[in-house]
């Protein structure tokens, strides 16, 4: 059993730097990363030549928990992506790389681009 936890989490390890040899964010073009957990989701706008983030937000950050947006759904993430979208375009940012993770690019991280495309953030 614990043999089959240390091998699924290896994997996804794996999955994610796979993605990330080809994601790299730049001042220009920052990297939005996005964080999947049980409960939540977490995403970021990073400009990885300084190191810096930029943006963050959360289902689990002040302004969105006791609302009806603090759960890990469909209709948090394109909340969330056109939220993150606004708080970009205000820095000046209109174009980002998207960074998946180890996630498919299917459902709730659908949503999320779709909502932050919707406001205007090119990917």
């Known amino acids: 059993m614990e043999k089959n936890i240390i091998k699924a989490y290896r994997n996804k390890c794996r999955r ?12 220009e073009k920052p990297r939005m990363c996005v964080v999947k957990t049980n409960k939540h989701i977490e995403v ?3 400009d990885d030549e300084k190191s810096v983030t930029l943006v963050s937000l959360s289902t689990n950050s002040k302004e969105l ?44 991280l659908a949503e999320l681009a779709t909502g932050a495309r919707s406001f205007g953030l090119q990917f």
Do not use: C, W
């Not at 994610?16 to 001042?27: E, L, N, P």
């Not at 603090?70 to 209709?75: D, E, L, P, V, Y």
């Not at 708080?87 to 996630?103: I, N, S, Y």
């Open 16 to 27: 994610a730097m796979r993605v990330r040899q080809h994601v790299q964010g730049t001042a």
């Open 65 to 108: 928990r006791k609302t009806e947006f603090s759960k890990r759904n469909k209709a948090s993430a394109k909340y969330l992506g056109e939220k993150i979208a606004e708080k970009a375009k205000a820095l000046g940012v209109g174009q980002v790389v998207f960074d998946r993770g180890p996630f498919k690019y299917h459902g709730i």
């Open 44 to 46: 970021q706008i990073i």
